[in-house]
Structures are given as structure tokens and as C-alpha cells.
């Protein structure tokens, strides 16, 4: 059971948009950035977006991150073949002390 | 262009030891956090561990804690996770991650490693 709960799966077909949740609580989404983790089938996972909306070089502006209280969101929007992957949310747990992952929500495009 | 090439995985036994390397290159290693995350067959992402800068700072997932010691060697631009006591869950494939800043909080891990697999099993 993950501290961070996201839902396992989401589809979608070319150019939607879809969103991806993450719900926490006040000991880590409360109260620190959150960041995405794209995971293509087979390799290792990468940064999408860090301090909860803000997104490395490279990656396309089709994805966005925001955070409201203690939950957080992953859109995609213009969804493509090539974004068929494993995405997970992560932040530091004050409590915990230490990182804590969700569980990971498998998207597929239709 | 930055590197971390991990090694030093395999099959053990359970209650055995195993010392897993990660080799950086292409940063100045020591003016990061590094961490190390893990990824059962099939299953999501779990951090193990972290270790700050000049690793005056650690911290552990509960479900390694006293069984696992991170360390680095900023001589040699190496992270190491020291695994002991071992159990049948370890088995996963371990990454290593650079974090964005010095200290192990409020932080991001980018790039990571293509991993080791451990495999603990009699």
C-alpha cells in the first residue's frame, strides 16, 4: 500500500487530454514539491516535472503538473502513441523522512 | 553528458550480503545528493535510500532500515549500497539517481541509472 495513491490505469486516444492524480497528505504533498516520473516499458524512469509544475528541457509542453492542497495532477494533453508508459508522483514525507512513491498509474493509448 | 552505470547485482541467498556499486561520471559528483531506488519485477518504484553531498546525512526506507548502509566515495565518484541480512522481497532491480540539489529533501532525482538486478532466492 503506497502513501501516495494514484489510480493504476488510464487510457486515452490520440489528442485527448488526459489527467493522472496523486493523493497524499499533510506530511508530504501538504507540504513539499512534487515531482512526475515517466517509466517507457523497459527503461529506466525519467524527470517530467519537478517542484510540482515545472518541466526539464526537453520535455514537451504537452505536460503539465499542479498541486492543490494534498493532492497533485499529471495532465497530458494532445496525448501520442509515444506517451504510452508507467507515470509516478513522489515527494519527500516529513513524517516518514524520507521519499515516498505512488503506486503508479499505467496509461494507455488507445 | 551525465552517467550512472550501476553494478554489482546478482542471485544471493536470503541472509546473505551483496554490495551494489553506482559509477558517476559527467558531474561533479560531489556537489549532489545521491539516492537509490528500487523496482520489484512488475511492481512500482520504492526509494531505499539517500545520502547527502559529504554524507554527513542518511536516510532509509523502514523496510530496509538496519540491513542497508548507503555510502559514497566522492574520491572516486562512486555511491554504494552495503546490503546485508537479505530477504526474498529484496529481490528487485536497484537504480541510482542523482538529486537536484546537495542536501536529500525537497529535491528531484534526475538522471537515473539503468539499474542492477538483485535476485534473493535460495
Known amino acids: 500500500q503506497s502513501v501516495l495513491t494514484q489510480p493504476p490505469s488510464a487510457s486515452g486516444t490520440p489528442g485527448q487530454r488526459v489527467t493522472v492524480s496523486c493523493s497524499g497528505s499533510s506530511s508530504n504533498i501538504g507540504r513539499n514539491a512534487v515531482n512526475w516520473y515517466q517509466q517507457l516499458p523497459g527503461t529506466a524512469p525519467k524527470l517530467l516535472i519537478y517542484d510540482n509544475n515545472q518541466r526539464p528541457s526537453g520535455v514537451p509542453d504537452r505536460f503539465s503538473g499542479s498541486k492543490s492542497g494534498t493532492s497533485a495532477s499529471l495532465a497530458i494533453s494532445g496525448l501520442q502513441s509515444e506517451d504510452e508508459a508507467d507515470y509516478y508522483c513522489?515527494?519527500?514525507?516529513?513524517?516518514?523522512?524520507?521519499?515516498?512513491f505512488g503506486g503508479g498509474t499505467k496509461l494507455t493509448v488507445l | 553528458e551525465v552517467q550512472l552505470v550501476e553494478s554489482g547485482g546478482g542471485l544471493v541467498q536470503p541472509g546473505r550480503s551483496l554490495r551494489l556499486s553506482c559509477a558517476a561520471s559527467?558531474?561533479?559528483?560531489?556537489?549532489?545528493?545521491m539516492h537509490w531506488v528500487r523496482q520489484a519485477p512488475g511492481k512500482g518504484l520504492e526509494w531505499v535510500s539517500g545520502i547527502t553531498w559529504n554524507s554527513g546525512s542518511t536516510a532509509y526506507a523502514d523496510s530496509v532500515k538496519g540491513r542497508f548502509t548507503i555510502s559514497r566515495d566522492n574520491a572516486k565518484n562512486a555511491l554504494y549500497l552495503q546490503m546485508n541480512s537479505l530477504r526474498a522481497e529484496d529481490t528487485a532491480l536497484y537504480f541510482c539517481?542523482?538529486?537536484?540539489?546537495?542536501?536529500?529533501?525537497?529535491?528531484?532525482?534526475?538522471?537515473w541509472g539503468q539499474g542492477t538486478l538483485v535476485t534473493v532466492s535460495s
Open positions: 559527467g558531474f561533479s559528483f560531489n556537489d549532489y545528493a
Open positions: 539517481a542523482k538529486a537536484a540539489r546537495e542536501w536529500l529533501e525537497t529535491n528531484w532525482f534526475d538522471p
Open positions: 513522489a515527494v519527500w514525507d516529513d513524517s516518514l523522512n524520507g521519499w515516498v
